[in-house]
Every structure is written in C-alpha cells, then in structure tokens.
C-alpha cells in the first residue's frame, strides 16, 4: 500500500462555516496560496451554489493556485453539481465532492427516504459529476454513525460508479478510535473494488478525538485525511492538520509521509488566526502559544540540558523560532542564568545564589519578570522605560479613513504621532510603532466585551513579536480602543529596555 498520506484542507470550506469566520474572496485566496506553498495536496475551496461570493471565490482560487487539487463541495443535486463545474473551469486539477447521507438518522430524518433510494441518489450523483470531471470524490455523510454492511455497499456502488476518493466522515464526532479504525478496515477487507479509489478520513471534534480518529483510520488503510489550520471548523472543529502532519513526522516508525513543509505551520496558523478572528488557545498542541513554553524549573532545568527532555518537536521544526523559558516564581537557577547570560550577565555560583534571591522576591510580585526586571536588579537602580498612554484621539466613520492620534510618555518626555490605517485601532498601533521606531508585529488580537445597563467594559488581549520573540498583553477601558492601545503597550513594555525610543514625531 502506498505510503503517501494526501492533505485534504477544508480551511476553506468547513473552516470558514464557524460564525465569524467568513473571508472576502481576495483573503481566501491569500490563504489558498499559503497552503500550496506548505504543500497540501487538495484545496477544498468553497460550496459553489450555496451564493455567489462561494462561487467567486472558487472561480479565483481555481486560478490563482496551480500545484494543489481545487475542490467544490455539492449535494448529490444536479444542479450544485453543474454550477460546481462552472466554479471549477479555470482549475487546473478539479475535482467535485458530492455525497449524502450513509446513516439511518440521516437516510430517515434528514431525507425522508430508504437505504435503496438514497444509494440511487448517490450513484447517479458520481455518474452526473463524471460527465463534467475525472476526479470525483464521494462522501458518505454521517458514516461514523452508519451501518457497516450498509456502508460497504455504498462504498463499493459509488466507486463503481466513477468515485476516485471516499470519504468517510465521522461527521457528529461520535466514534471511538478503535471504533472507527475498525470502520475503516471492514471497508478495505468488505469492498471488492476497494483498491480502485482512495479512503479519505474526516473527523469532527465533538467529543476532542478528531485526530485520534483520523489517525485510527490511516493507520487502518486511509490514505486521505480531511483537516483544517487550527482544527477550526464546525462545532467543535474538525481535525488540525499541524496535528496530522507532526504525528506522522515524529512517528517515523510509521513510515507515512506528507508533502507538507512543516516549517511553513507556525506562519499559516498565525494568517488563519487572524483573518479568521478565531485566537488559537495558548494551549493548543503545535501552534498554541504555550506549545513550547516552559515555566516549571523542573522543566526549564531539563530543556536547558537538553531539549529533547521535555520537547519531542524540535519548535524550529514547525516554525517557531525558539521554545520560550517563561521567569516566574517556579523557575529556577538554570532558567534564571540562561536569562541573565542572553542579557550579557555572566555569574559564578555564589553570584547566581545571591541573584536568586533577588529574582524570587520580583517574581512573587509580578506574574512574569522581564528581561527589564532583571536589569533593573543586576544594576540595583530603576531604569524607567515604561511607556504609559497620555492621549488618544481617533477619528473614523462611513466616508472618512481611520486617523489616530497618540502621545505617549516615555522617560519623562512626551511623544506625539499621528497615523492612518485600515480601521480605528490598526490606526492607533500604526501610530504606537511610529513614535517607538521599531518593527513590531500583531500576531493575536483578541476582544472580549462586558456589556450592563450602567457600565460597558472592554477587555483587550494581544500577541506581538519582535525580534522573533512573543509577548502578550492586557487592556481595559470602557473605550475599545484605548483599551486596545492599552493591552499593546502593554505587550510592548515586556520586550524590556529598547534601545534608544528615536522618536519620528515631534515632541509635546
């Protein structure tokens, strides 16, 4: 059998279904040249006939992506199925995905019909979609949940019929990973023509085993897995593809192999985070801020020492420039003198005692020390760096471009600067980054409101990097975007001392 395990990606498609997340053609494109540079194998790009922006933007992605497969999802309807074609005309590989549903919740309550007459529908639909393409993939919606014997049939009459991929949803998130691997095997043991089309997996995350599961079925004989960045998607989300890919990479005793650049991860789930407003969770597996991120001295000792001791990916691997060793009151001396060395400290043992001390009393007051902390206690004088909001002021509205305002007070003098950009807040940080001079990065923009009668609040939570190196931060205001100014200094105030704030701006 062969070892190659194609990427589907459904970002695009099941990804974008998420309320909130939807994209404009021009960003969905963006996107669709991303995932052919980290070497997805299929681009789900859209359900062509469910309206016309769907429709445009597989027409666009169909054009300008060359090397991936570009897909359009249809119903077993002949019309999705002709306007799927007409979606797909400029693709340079095509394929049509149709199906309907394979269990008898579906078959009973969702169509109104019988086992016979849906797996008419369903072939008639890949012999309909063959007049128009080759590649034709079949999903049987809800298979997780299916009769097997039922399945096997309908997997066996689809590929007779022209089926080139099938798909076997777990589309609730219902199976067990035991449960559905043993699925996937009955097919490839029960279906006679199994051989002449490939098994795609996607998994739901309902019930957190989405990647369990599409594991399970690879390892049983899939070689097609359904994924999105971030595992974004319906409900719960469906599989990650950064899960996939790096659980196949580090399992080399598998020998299962993508085409996905692994190193391009990092990068496109950072993209998807924020075009799609959807904040990746600091805990999420490969992606997740705190991914490698190391606060415990037990485990900052230990990856000192040795990476490998706490981390089985290497985080340059997937992208991420360093694993992070986080100063709190749990870190130790090990991390403490890693800090201090990058910062051109060098102790000996009893110098790094008494630094010790000093360190904890810091780090049972703050949350996180910073590299201006630890200046401030090597040098033994308070070094003021801190920049503070003095006045915000922001126009915006209907027929007038976002300007921002800001004076900010660093050291004692006052700054000002005034900017444009694509709304109020983007603005006001355009402004931020002229008065400091420096190249800083909104990775993560996060707004969570607080909504009474009397008194609205806004909480802010932001990512930037500089230099390669994250830093988060928090802001409230009863105004959006002070408050959004306020988590972005913030962040700022943690990179620690920035040397020499040139200010571009006269000065108030």
Excluded: W
């Excluded at 991303?34 to 062509?48: M, R, Y």
């Excluded at 985070?273 to 000792?301: E, L, T, W, Y």
């Amino acid at each position: 059998m062969n070892n190659k395990v194609f990427i589907f990606d459904t970002t695009l498609r099941d990804g974008e279904q998420v309320p909130g997340c939807q994209l404009n053609t021009q960003e969905k494109v963006e996107v669709a040249r991303q995932l052919e540079a980290l070497g997805v194998d299929i681009i789900e790009a859209g359900f062509p006939v469910s309206s016309p922006g769907d429709f445009e933007s597989v027409v666009a992605i169909s054009k300008a992506v060359k090397n991936p497969t570009i897909c359009a999802l249809t119903r077993a309807v002949e019309k999705d199925i002709e306007v799927a074609a007409e979606a797909l005309r400029f693709a340079k590989r095509g394929r049509i995905h149709t199906g309907i549903g394979a269990s008898d919740y579906h078959i009973r309550y969702k169509f109104n019909s019988t086992r016979e007459e849906v797996l008419e529908r369903g072939v008639a639909a890949v012999k309909f979609a063959k007049k128009f393409v080759e590649d034709v993939e079949f999903y049987c919606e809800d298979a997780g949940r299916a009769d097997n014997e039922f399945l096997a049939r309908m997997v066996e009459a689809v590929i007779a019929a022209g089926a080139t991929v099938v798909n076997i949803p777990d589309t609730t998130g219902y199976c067990l990973p035991e449960q559905y691997g043993r699925k996937i095997r009955f097919l490839m043991d029960k279906v006679p023509n199994i051989d002449q089309a490939i098994i795609s997996c996607h998994c739901h995350n309902d019930l957190g085993l989405a990647t369990a599961n599409t594991i399970a079925g690879v390892l049983n004989g899939a070689r097609q897995v359904e994924v999105t960045i971030n595992g974004i998607g319906e409900r719960a989300g469906n599989t990650s593809l950064e899960e996939v890919a790096m659980i196949l990479k580090t399992h080399k005793n598998l020998d299962l192999t993508t085409d996905i650049d692994t190193q391009r991860i990092y990068p496109i789930s950072l993209l998807v985070s924020k075009m799609m407003r959807m904040p990746v969770q600091p805990n999420k597996a490969i992606v997740g801020r705190n991914a490698f991120a190391h606060s415990s001295g037990i485990h900052q000792d230990g990856v000192l020492k040795n990476r490998e001791n706490y981390e089985i990916i290497d985080p340059e691997e997937v992208g991420v420039p360093a694993s992070s060793i986080i100063l709190t009151a749990r870190s130790g001396k090990a991390a403490l003198r890693h800090h201090l060395e990058r910062l051109g400290y060098h102790l000996d043992k009893d110098q790094l005692v008494q630094a010790y001390e000093k360190f904890l009393q810091i780090a049972d007051s703050k949350k996180e020390v910073t590299d201006e902390d630890l200046v401030v206690m090597m040098d033994g004088t308070i070094v003021n760096h801190q920049i503070s909001l003095e006045r915000l002021q922001v126009t915006c509205g209907v027929s007038t471009s976002p300007t921002a305002t800001v004076e900010l007070k660093i050291d004692g003098l006052v700054y000002k600067a005034s900017e444009m950009g694509n709304g109020p807040v983007n603005a006001a940080f355009r402004a931020v980054d002229r008065i400091l001079n420096e190249r800083i990065d909104l990775e993560e923009y996060l707004v969570q409101s607080n909504i009474n009668r009397s008194y609205d609040t806004a909480k802010v939570h932001v990512r930037i990097n500089h230099n390669n190196r994250s830093f988060t931060g928090f802001g409230v205001d009863t105004d959006i975007i002070t408050a959004s100014v306020q988590a972005y200094l913030n962040a700022i105030n943690k990179i620690g001392v920035l040397k020499g704030y040139q200010a571009v701006a006269a000065m108030g």
